[in-house]
C-alpha cells in the first residue's frame, strides 16, 4: 500500500514540476497572526500595508490632522468632541476620500541567492465619513459620526517570492462614534462618548506541505523522488497550499476630550481615545496543490477550521495648541501619542491543529510612536480659505518581526487644500502626499517566509473631498 502510494506520489510530482510555472488559484498571504493584527492595528500603524486613518474629513486632511485645537467644524466628533460647542445650531458633514498606496520590495531568496524586484498591485479605496451636530441647550451640545479607524488594501502577485507570507488583504473597518459635550465656561469645553468598532477582514497566503516531512523525519522520501526539501522556496509550488483567513469583530470603545479657548488668539485641544480589545472569531480554509492532495495526510491537516483570538488596538492620545498671529490666520502645532508599546505578541487558538498546531504565537515588540503636525489656515476672505501641512509619523513595526502586510518605517507628510464657503453651505478639498523611508531587513525565510528584503520608493496619495452644511 505504501509502495503505490508512493509511485502515485512521484507520477504527480514528474507531472506537476511540467507545470510548475502555472498560476495556483490565489496563493494567499500572511503568516497568520502577523496578518490578522497588522491588519487591524494598522494606520497610525503604516499608510502603506496595513493603515489606521486619520483623515476624517478633507479639511483634516490637508491640514494634517491638525484639527485637535481648531476642532470647529462637524469633523471635530473625531478629531476632538469637545470642539463641537464652537458650532451652534445643528451642522451636517460628509466626506469621501480615497487612498492609494504603491512600493517596490526586493526580495533574496536564501536558498539560491537570488535577487527579484516586485511591486503590490496599486490598491484604490474610497473611504466615506459623515458627521452630525446638534446644539441641545446653550450649554449641551451632541455629536455623532461614522467613519473609518482602521483599514487595509494591499495586494501581490499571486506566485511572488514572498507568497508564504502574504498576498493579499482586505481591512473594511467601521466606526460610529456617539459624543455628548458640556459648554463648563465660555472658554472651557469636556466630552465624552461611546464609540462601536465593527471590522471584517480577508487575508490571503500560501504555506509550505514541505513542513510535514520535515517534521514526521520523512525530508529524505521527498529527496529521493527528486523534490526540493527546502522550507518556503519560491522557486516551487508542487507542495503548496493556498490558505484564505476570513475574520469579523464588533467591540466598543470610549473617548474623553478637552477644549479651552482662553482668547480669540489661543485654543487647546485634548482628546483620548481608549484601546479596545477584539475578540475575533474567524474561518481558515485551504487548497491543496495536486501534488498536496495526493499524499496520505491527516484528515485534519488542511481542514476547514475556526480559530478566536483577542487583537489589542492601542490607546491614542491627541494635543493641539492653535495661535492666530493675524485675523485670517491661525497656525496649530498637532501631537498624536499611540501607546503600541501594549503589543508585544499575539495567539491564536485554532478549533483543530489545520496547520499542525492548536496555537500560534507570534512575537512582535511595537513600540510607543509620536506623530508631530503642524499646519496653517489662511482665510484670503470670508468666502475661500487656503491650508497647508507638514507632518512627520514615527513607525512602531520592530524590524526582526516586519511583515509583507505592514512594511512600515517613518514616514513625512506634506499636505494642501482649500475650502470655499457661501452662506450655510461649505465645500472642502484635501491632498495629502505620504513618502516613506526605505527599509533593509533580514530573513525569516525558513520560519515564516519573510524573505531578505529591501523596501524603496513607498509613498501613498490621499485626496478627499467634503460638504458642509450648517441649519
Sequence with gaps: MQTRLLKKFSIIVRHNE????????????C????????IFVAASICHGAAFALLEWSARGESLGAGMVARADDPSAVAYNPAGITQLDGYNIQTTSTMVTVQSTVDTRNVYDGSWESNSNDREYHILPTAFITAQVSDKLYMGF?????????????EE?????????????????????AYKVTDSFSVAAGVEVITADVTLENTLDATRVFHATGQADA???????TTVNDPNTNLLDVNHRLEGDATEMAYNLALHYKPSDQISMGVSYRSRVTFKADGKASFEKSPTVEALPLPDYLYSTTGFKSEITVPDMLFTGIMYRPRKDLTLEFTTLWTNFSVYKELEFNYDTPAIGVDTATMIKNYS????????????VNPQLALRAAYVYDESPIDKDHTDYLCLDNDRNMFSFGAGYKRNRFECDFGYMYILFDDIDTGSRQAQDGFLQTNYRDADAHILGINVSYTF
Excluded at 503568516?31 to 493584527?37: D, Q
Design 160 to 180: 511572488w517570492p514572498g507568497r508564504y507570507s502574504t498576498t493579499s488583504a482586505e481591512l473594511k473597518c467601521f466606526s460610529g462614534n456617539g459624543s455628548l
Design 31 to 38: 503568516l497568520l497572526a502577523t496578518a490578522f493584527f497588522s
Design 368 to 379: 510607543d510612536t509620536w506623530r508631530l503636525g503642524l499646519s496653517a489656515e489662511w482665510n
Design 145 to 157: 459620526g461614522t467613519f473609518t479607524r482602521f483599514g487595509l488594501g494591499v495586494s501581490w502577485d
Design 222 to 228: 521527498l529527496a529521493a523522488m527528486g523534490v526540493s
Design 18 to 29: 511540467k507545470e510548475r510555472n502555472m498560476k495556483l488559484k490565489r496563493p494567499l498571504g
